[in-house]
């Protein structure tokens, strides 16, 4: 052991220590919760990598990985996040269900709170007249068009009952379909993504 | 169960080739590429680079099916991220009030730096470490940096694309002229027995092409991100 340790040289030894470093990473990446810490640790396994790749005389390869690994994807990964930190809600049912006695105390406005609270985003209630005046049909087109995450119905089957409409392919969905679970007057309805030509 | 089974099975198999191919390593291995194209790679392509050598001369064939791929995940982004069509050239850019002005300020001190340096590496691509791809990429990295400088900044996807595929044709046409000169696809179009200066012209040529097109596709990529989801 003590010899395999005197036999390396400084450039081998470098390279061992990078390769360790490289798993801590990506252990980190996988553990960590917050969004902007793995886009910083992704940054730098790439970076990483990329010495690695010039200690194994590759530097063209070192070049290309630095420019895309550790530059326009972890650009791209904020840019992505930074997109989805409201949570817009459209809401038609227009009653007590988000206003509640002037204050924003109804059933639902709780219920949308402690879902945004839950993945640190911004709730935003919206009930433009623009978009208010649009009929049921119309609920799909307006979530894949606009920026609209939910939209807020009355459920034309059940007496003071609500439909929440969202897109299916949007994760945040399953878990509010969870907490939808415990209201009985409130249900869920995901739209499947639909192909161009449909 | 009986896929779970089938699964372990092929995994089974590919394990079997793989071993099977990794003793014979011993007898496969031999060093005839790598000291031919040390003995001929700079008198035979004119490239000091000889990354830039193959990529450029001896496998330009595979070196065109690269930038296809490029070309069709860029379609294949667009398609995802579909909207109509006026929208298409909408305004979203990110939101100013989000990017920090000390990021605002350091961006502009780095994006000239940088787009200079983008074309050094596409321009000395045949010379040092790099080339039309790792080019391109840093290039496309400055222009992403110029979208957080001026939030406001409009593109038209689909001019960028257009150009992006009539670039592709470009070099297409430039790696088949050896066909009229010398009479074999993709090669220099010039005699292998020319001066190394002289062959350097069409590498660079292609290198500025190819830096060009990556460029334009990557830039086209992040403007979907960028659009997406407002």
Redesign the interface.
Same mark, same amino acid.
């Given at each position: 052991m003590v010899d395999f340790f005197q036999s390396l040289t400084l450039i081998e030894m470098t390279a061992y220590a990078l390769q360790a470093l490289l798993i801590m990473i990506a252990f980190a990446i996988v553990i960590h919760k917050n969004n902007g810490t793995i886009v910083i640790l992704i940054a730098s396994f790439s970076l990483v990598t990329a010495s690695l790749y010039v200690i194994n005389n590759a530097p063209d390869v070192a070049i290309a990985e630095v420019a895309i690994g550790s530059a326009i994807i972890p650009l791209i990964y904020v840019i992505s996040i930074s997109r989805q930190r409201e949570f817009i809600v459209l809401d038609k049912a227009m009653d007590d269900f988000i206003i509640h006695d002037n204050t924003f105390t109804g059933v639902g406005y709780i219920l949308l709170k402690r879902f945004s609270d839950f993945y640190h985003l911004e709730l935003n209630i919206t009930n433009d007249p623009m978009y208010y005046k649009d009929t049921v049909s119309r609920d799909q087109v307006l979530t894949e068009q606009t920026n609209v995450d939910l939209i807020i119905t009355k459920d034309p089957q059940k007496e003071d009952g609500y439909v929440l409409k969202g897109k299916a392919s949007n994760i945040l969905m399953s878990k509010l379909e969870e907490m939808v679970k415990d209201y009985d007057n409130i249900r869920l309805i995901k739209f499947k993504d639909r192909d161009l030509g449909e | 169960m009986s896929r779970k089974i089938l699964l372990v099975a092929m995994f089974a198999v590919l394990f079997g080739v793989f071993a099977t191919s990794m003793i014979e390593l011993e007898t496969l291995f031999n060093t005839y590429g790598k000291t031919y194209f040390l003995e001929h790679g700079y008198a035979e392509t004119g490239a000091s680079?000889l990354?830039t050598a193959i990529l450029l001369d001896y496998r330009l064939f595979d070196s065109l099916f690269e930038a296809g791929i490029l070309l069709i995940a860029v379609s294949g982004v667009i398609?995802i991220s %579909?909207?109509?069509v006026e929208?298409k050239n909408a305004k979203f850019m &990110?939101d100013k009030y %989000?990017t920090p002005d000390l990021f605002i300020t350091f961006a502009r001190l780095v994006y000239p730096l940088m787009l200079a340096f983008g074309f050094y590496?596409i321009i000395n691509g045949h010379i040092s470490?790099?080339?039309g !791809?790792?080019g391109g =990429? &840093?290039v =496309?990295?400055a222009i #992403?940096i110029l979208y957080y400088i001026d939030a406001n900044k409009e593109t038209n996807i689909g001019l960028i694309v257009t150009v992006e595929k009539i670039l592709y044709l470009l070099i297409v046409l430039m790696a088949s002229i050896s066909i009229i000169t010398q009479g074999a696809f993709f090669t220099n179009f010039f005699n292998p027995s020319a001066d190394a200066d002289l062959k350097a012209i069409y590498l660079v040529l292609l290198n500025v092409l190819i830096g060009f097109k990556v460029a334009l596709g #990557?830039w086209t &990529? !992040?403007t979907a !991100? #960028?659009k997406?989801?407002?």
């Open positions: - | 680079n990354v398609w %579909k909207h109509d929208e &990110i %989000k590496v470490p790099g080339g !791809f790792q =990429a &840093i =496309a990295t #992403l #990557l &990529i !992040f !991100f #960028l997406e989801g407002r």
